[in-house]
């Protein structure tokens, strides 16, 4: 039997190409389906969002990304998302994603290649930036790789270290936060093979061992995670589509099952989702297959609490595709869409 009970979710999407904000979601916890009920366009370009449990209640978070680099709060309590005080820079350029920890708001910078701190405040509302951690270096791309551009942060299981996925270095940075004055402090950098580009990584649930989905080529670096040491070691990468697939690709999203058996990446151009599987220890992984994402240049894919449904954010064709994943094989079936122009995320309470 299905869970009947009625879930919510979040949806970001692009203003600046006809996007209309954050949405708000109905879940039917039966089916998977989405019913809108209700947006915010307070935040400009939201293309990412995170949620947190600030003084006992819920509280949505979103990058703004635009040239000036903002944060912004909201009240979701009722059927449409609520702006909690005023935006606040992120003294960075067109943050990609963010990641709350330890009482503060961690962003990722893409623009200017830095990772920003911001306290949040008894409300829930963001706080000046307390911190500013700006990356150094380059790769061998001459249009994406100029200079540093982190696309991700987020903290590690153990709750440590924060990493920070840097596509402009091919490299993954590694800091610790300071919940007391807000600082991050840098701790070390693992190179990836020059020119990959990686964008996003998602940890294994034993925690031992994380997957970098590269941006700039179609494949999947698969790494060793020493929680104590704070030490990422790449041991292997994968490739992401088929042996003689023909066109540009460019990765997004990565995300891992609950039981560490599989693993899915979303590929924009090739507009698909891969299916790898995962062994024993979390070290080896095999492409199985790729299936249509359900509509165009899928830019975040996100698995329901339950672990049974993917959801793909599908920002060209406009809309929130979701499947049922095969319990044995963990390849998604198609099972529904809600329109949402320039989906760019999706996000679960």
Not at 12 to 35: K, M, P, Q, W, Y
Not at 171 to 179: F, G, M, Y
């Amino acid at each position: 039997m299905g869970d009947k009970s009625t879930r919510r979710a979040f949806i970001g999407s692009f203003t600046s190409t006809g996007g209309r904000g954050v949405i708000a979601a109905d879940v039917d916890g039966e089916t998977g389906a989405l019913t809108e009920t209700g947006v915010s366009d307070a935040v400009a370009d939201p293309s990412y969002l995170a949620l947190a449990t600030v003084a006992g209640d819920q509280v949505l978070y979103a990058v703004s990304e635009t040239s000036e680099g903002a944060v912004g709060a909201f009240d979701i309590r009722g059927r449409a998302p609520r702006p909690i005080g005023a935006r606040v820079p992120v003294c960075g350029a067109s943050p990609t994603h963010l990641a709350v920890h330890g009482g503060h708001l961690l962003t990722a910078n893409y623009g200017s290649g830095s990772v920003t701190v911001l306290p949040i405040g008894p409300a829930g509302e963001p706080a000046a930036a307390s911190g500013v951690l700006q990356h150094e270096g380059d790769g061998p791309d001459p249009d994406r790789q100029r200079g540093p551009h982190a696309h991700q942060v987020l903290p590690d299981p153990s709750g440590r270290w924060v990493l920070a996925v840097d596509l402009g270095t091919d490299s993954v940075h590694i800091s610790a936060l300071d919940t007391g004055t807000g600082e991050l402090t840098r701790h070390g950098e693992t190179p990836l093979r020059s020119g990959t580009g990686p964008r996003h990584l998602a940890f294994h649930p034993a925690g031992t061992h994380a997957y970098v989905l590269n941006e700039l080529v179609p494949t999947l670096t698969v790494c060793r995670w020493d929680a104590g040491a704070g030490v990422l070691e790449p041991v292997g990468e994968v490739p992401v589509l088929p042996d003689g697939t023909e066109g540009p690709a460019y990765p997004s999203e990565v995300v891992v099952a609950p039981d560490g058996r599989r693993l899915w990446a979303a590929n924009r151009g090739h507009d698909s989702i891969a299916v790898l599987s995962l062994d024993g220890s979390g070290e080896r992984a095999e492409l199985i297959t790729t299936v249509p994402c359900g509509g165009r240049w899928p830019r975040d894919l996100t698995l329901d609490p339950s672990g049974r449904r993917l959801y793909a954010a599908n920002e060209r064709s406009g809309d929130v595709t979701w499947f049922d994943l095969d319990p044995e094989t963990g390849v998604p079936r198609r099972a529904g869409s809600l329109d949402a122009p320039a989906a760019s995320c999706v996000v679960f309470l």
